[in-house]
T-cell receptor
Framework: GAVVSQHPSWVICKSGTSVKIECRSL??????MFWYRQFPKQSLMLMAT?????????EQGVEKDKFLINHASLTLSTLTVTSAHPEDSSFYIC????????????FGPGTRLTVL | DAKTTQPPSMDCAEGRAANLPCNHSTISGNEYVYWYRQIHSQGPQYIIH???NNETNEMASLIITEDRKSSTLILPHATLRDTAVYYC???????????????FGTGTLLAVQP
């Protein structure tokens, strides 16, 4: 149980284009999802907290107009990197909390974004 | 900022127990200790968590000192597939909202040797 998937697993795009990454909870409903970013040889950095049906809460220094988060249902959150540039190339990872009776986060496999 | 201190790397022989230490001297009474691991180019995997009692599950054991200022994650019989970065994280355990955030430190790279 508590499986989280991400799609795509990797994506290459041209500078200036937008890229959407999906995060799905496969066997549970997730009231809260999180988005992280990880650069090579670094640790995970939390970008934002996403609650179903409400606006995401962004961490300090994360541009909310550049990283659009939509948590439209209890099983799906999307992260859209708008007008991507090479410095946005990174490993993007989501996590989800299954329901209201636990707070353990379960992580997706990650999405490798490369912006040319 | 991460509230934990871990050694940057450790080696362990295959089949032996791996003991990964973590210092969290500023932990407060309502904060839990969580352990995750991340195998290269994958998302983190939940291992175990605890408050003050020792915990054991199918993956590992968690030993928390009586003063709660440090803990040890024990993998009883390490295999090559246990090679990963292990993260020790302390956080509040209130359900819902921003308090569920996990702040990752740099972790310990455990290399299991054949």
């Amino acid at each position: 149980g508590a499986v989280v998937s991400q799609h795509p697993s990797w994506v290459i795009c041209k500078s200036g284009t937008s890229v959407k990454i999906e995060c799905r909870s496969l066997d549970f409903q997730a009231t809260t999802m999180f988005w992280y970013r990880q650069f090579p040889k670094q640790s995970l950095m939390l970008m934002a907290t996403s609650n179903e049906g409400s606006k995401a809460t962004y961490e300090q220094g994360v541009e909310k107009d550049k990283f659009l988060i939509n948590h439209a249902s209890l099983t799906l959150s999307t992260l859209t990197v708008t007008s991507a540039h090479p410095e946005d190339s990174s490993f993007y990872i989501c996590s989800a909390i299954p329901g209201r009776n636990t707070d353990t986060q379960y992580f997706g496999p990650g999405t490798r974004l490369t912006v040319l | 900022d991460a509230k934990t201190t871990q050694p940057p790397s450790m080696d362990c022989a295959e089949g032996r127990a791996a003991n990964l230490p973590c210092n969290h001297s500023t932990i407060s009474g309502n904060e839990y200790v969580y352990w995750y691991r991340q195998i290269h180019s994958q998302g983190p995997q939940y291992i175990i968590h605890g408050l003050k009692n020792n915990e054991t599950n199918e993956m590992a054991s968690l030993i928390i000192t009586e003063d709660r200022k440090s803990s040890t994650l024990i993998l009883p019989h390490a295999t090559l597939r246990d090679t990963a970065v292990y993260y020790c994280i302390v956080r509040d355990n209130f359900y819902g909202g921003a308090t569920n955030k996990l702040i990752f430190g740099t972790g310990t790279l455990l290399a299991v040797q054949p």
